[in-house]
């Protein structure tokens, strides 16, 4: 599964869940820096952490992940797509 995690530096609610997020076996993460490209920024500025999930050459968005979700349950409804 390939996921695209958009953050930016010092965000500690994006380092979290890409801590959880590395956890779980056969995720391909990709982090991209909103801070360096003026249309994620403008588009996540207020999101982050954001994440997309490419499927059959589709962009997906995920649902927003609380921050105190365990890993299991990150496992569990990233399992739903």
């Known amino acids: 599964m390939h996921l ?3 953050s930016k530096p010092g965000c ?4 979290a869940l890409l801590e959880k997020l590395q956890q779980i076996p056969s995720l391909e ?3 991209r820096d909103i801070t360096t490209q003026e249309d994620w ?3 996540y500025q207020y999101e982050i952490p954001v994440l997309h999930l490419l499927k059959n050459g589709e962009v997906v968005t995920l649902p927003r992940i609380s921050p ?5 349950q990150v496992a ?3 399992a739903r797509y």
Do not use: G, W
């Not at 500690?12 to 380092?15: A, F, G, M, P, T």
């Not at 105190?68 to 299991?72: D, G, K, N, P």
């Open 4 to 6: 695209i995690l958009y």
């Open 68 to 72: 105190r979700a365990s890993v299991e």
């Open 76 to 78: 569990k409804i990233l």
């Open 29 to 31: 993460i990709e982090t």
């Open 41 to 43: 920024f403008a588009a």
């Open 12 to 15: 500690h609610l994006c380092e």
